[in-house]
């Protein structure tokens, strides 16, 4: 088992610090998210506002720290439901086998045919904007890549010899499922749920900055990156800081994702 990476201690870190800012917003963040001050309007970056102010008025880094609960709340539960989708229907796929595997992967390859954006977009639509409309359509074009990833293990694992004797001894398949293949697929789970989290997170994010994402009052990184795109010219510090948020988050659980992968799931690496 390999070390810890220092990019992967340091992404850590920055992502335990990132999520208490977003939990503890109320105490972090200087400014309410929701304050204006119109005689305050477009301030550069200075000591009283370290991100300075929108067009509003509103504290630039208040509302980053607020944007982070939204964008990291979308990214984290969206994917934790599209993974225990993904993961009963690939596992149940997988260990059955024969017809029922193929017509569930047939499923499977027809929803991971069609376009993500283009369904996102469409789901967003027909259910609306705010973070229901978005948590469900993100799962729905998400749990195809788990179902597949957890259905090629548990078709490996199935074939070990202590699922073999299992077997034999008249375990039934609940069992099997649970106790002799779910702990072997733990590794694999987790460092899958490092990687979509970010998909998650860009994918709100660019709905939100082409205006299908969090409503007003709310806010989340793209819808800040989107406010800040329409003042870029002569205010790119509006635009700037939200994306260097999404940047440096991904960044850091791609890292992050790198490191578990090396230390859960070595044949992976």
């Not at 208490?20 to 970056?45: C, G, H, I, R």
Request: glycine share 8%; net charge positive; proline share 4%.
């Amino acid at each position: 088992m390999s070390r810890w990476s220092w990019q992967s201690r340091l992404s850590g870190s920055f992502l335990i610090l990132v999520a208490l800012a977003a939990v503890f917003a109320p105490w972090v963040a200087p400014y309410s998210f929701e304050t204006q001050n119109t005689f305050n309007a477009l301030a550069l970056p200075d000591p009283h506002h370290w991100m300075g102010t929108d067009r509003l008025g509103r504290d630039l880094f208040s509302r980053v720290i607020y944007g982070a609960r939204v964008s990291l709340s979308v990214g984290v539960f969206t994917t934790l439901f599209a993974m225990w989708i993904g993961t009963v229907y690939g596992a149940v796929s997988g260990y059955v086998g024969g017809r029922v595997d193929n017509v569930m992967m047939r499923i499977v390859d027809v929803v991971f045919a069609l376009p993500d954006l283009l369904m996102i977009i469409l789901i967003t639509v027909l259910l609306g904007r705010g973070a229901w409309g978005i948590f469900l359509a993100l799962t729905l074009v998400s749990w195809v890549t788990v179902a597949r990833l957890v259905r090629g293990e548990v078709l490996r694992i199935k074939e070990y010899t202590y699922v073999e004797a299992a077997r034999a001894l008249g375990a039934s398949h609940r069992r099997i499922l649970l106790r002799e293949i779910a702990p072997n697929l733990l590794g694999l789970l987790i460092v899958t749920l490092s990687f979509r989290i970010p998909v998650a997170i860009l994918a709100e994010s660019t709905l939100s900055f082409i205006g299908l994402g969090i409503s007003p009052p709310f806010s989340s990184w793209g819808t800040l990156a989107n406010d800040g795109w329409k003042a870029i010219k002569f205010y790119p510090h509006l635009i700037f800081f939200p994306s260097l948020a999404i940047f440096l988050t991904i960044l850091s659980f791609n890292f992050l994702g790198e490191g578990l992968r090396d230390r859960l799931d070595p044949k992976g690496g």
